[in-house]
């Protein structure tokens, strides 16, 4: 909730954002049942493929998703490290990682919270009220080293 004065005077309820999440699962059952599951609570945006992932997150204007769902149980090692592009190019979001998680893999993707699958009704939308994330996250700019003119 944001603080009154903030909002301008006559502003409704509905009319103040709500928590931007993205979710992307290479399983079309499992997309369907995050997308149920969230729909209702925040701005949702469904991703079809990973390279729309990062796009969402990194080269999208703000404001882009505060809070990453992904399933990485059926992601292949190259798509890995492609996730690892998001971080790299500066968005500083959430990420709830669903599936089996490596302690390295958990570390090195700044991964907030992993839930094994199946994943319990309520659970996951539980576990994003409880985000204290609710500035917008905006591209870090990155800057050429010293020296180097582009």
Same mark, same amino acid.
């Given at each position: 909730?944001?603080?009154?004065? +903030?909002?301008?005077?006559?502003?409704?309820?509905?009319?103040?954002?709500?928590?931007?999440?993205?979710?992307?699962?290479?399983?079309?059952?499992?997309?369907?049942?995050?997308?149920?599951?969230?729909?209702?609570?925040? !701005?949702?945006? +469904?991703?079809?493929?990973?390279?729309? !992932?990062?796009?969402?997150?990194?080269?999208?204007?703000?404001? +882009?998703?505060?809070?990453?769902?992904?399933?990485?149980?059926?992601?292949?090692?190259?798509?890995?490290?492609?996730?690892?592009?998001?971080?790299?190019?500066?968005?500083?979001?959430?990420?709830?990682?669903?599936?089996?998680?490596?302690?390295?893999?958990?570390?090195?993707?700044?991964?907030?919270?992993?839930?094994?699958?199946?994943?319990?009704?309520? !659970?996951?939308?539980?576990?994003?009220?409880?985000?204290?994330?609710?500035?917008?996250?905006?591209?870090?700019? !990155?800057?050429?080293?010293?020296?180097?003119?582009?």
């Amino acid at each position: 909730m944001k603080h009154p004065r +903030v909002l301008a005077r006559g502003t409704r309820n509905d009319a103040i954002p709500r928590q931007r999440a993205i979710i992307f699962s290479h399983s079309p059952d499992r997309m369907r049942s995050l997308e149920g599951e969230l729909e209702h609570d925040m !701005v949702l945006t +469904v991703a079809r493929s990973l390279a729309s !992932v990062v796009g969402a997150l990194c080269d999208d204007p703000a404001p +882009v998703p505060q809070i990453l769902v992904i399933d990485l149980d059926l992601l292949a090692p190259v798509e890995i490290l492609e996730l690892h592009a998001i971080r790299h190019r500066g968005w500083c979001g959430a990420i709830i990682a669903l599936g089996d998680v490596p302690d390295d893999l958990r570390r090195s993707l700044g991964i907030d919270r992993v839930f094994a699958l199946p994943v319990p009704c309520d !659970v996951l939308r539980e576990a994003i009220t409880r985000i204290p994330f609710d500035a917008q996250t905006t591209r870090i700019p !990155v800057y050429p080293p010293p020296g180097r003119i582009t």
